[in-house]
Nanobody, 124 residues
Framework: QEQLAESGGGLVQAGGSLRLSCAAS????????MGWFRQAPGKEREFVAAITWSGGMIGYADSVKGRFTISRDKAKNTVYLQMNKLKVEDTAVYYCGATSRSSRVSAYESYDYWGQGTQVSVSS
């Protein structure tokens, strides 16, 4: 049974930084694309970034390009999301997911596995 566990959320002032981690356990997810999504209160879950375990494909939502960086450590089975220059509008619960559908990485409904989420709050 694949499991994903996020950590690293918290409260930070606007302009600050946080690094989220997503630890994958269970059978090897080497053929999956790993993605980060976020969901603010009253809004739909939205795509943030995605990466393959090989690191060959990386994608970002326009709203985070230039501020967020997704990376992975294959030896640790962990995916990271480095978030810099945080804005109040980045406040949300951040989720890590895994999908076998590499052609639809920005669509949350295509994901097979999800973590429990970690709260990120950015104050002004």
């Amino acid at each position: 049974q694949e499991q994903l566990a996020e950590s690293g959320g918290g409260l930070v002032q606007a302009g600050g930084s946080l690094r989220l981690s997503c630890a994958a356990s269970g059978r090897t997810l080497s053929s999956y694309v790993m993605g980060w999504f976020r969901q603010a209160p009253g809004k739909e879950r939205e795509f943030v970034a995605a990466i393959t375990w090989s690191g060959g494909m990386i994608g970002y939502a326009d709203s985070v390009k230039g501020r967020f960086t997704i990376s992975r450590d294959k030896a640790k089975n962990t995916v990271y999301l480095q978030m810099n220059k945080l804005k109040v509008e980045d406040t949300a619960v951040y989720y890590c997911g895994a999908t076998s559908r590499s052609s639809r990485v920005s669509a949350y409904e295509s994901y097979d596995y999800w973590g429990q989420g970690t709260q990120v709050s950015v104050s002004s």
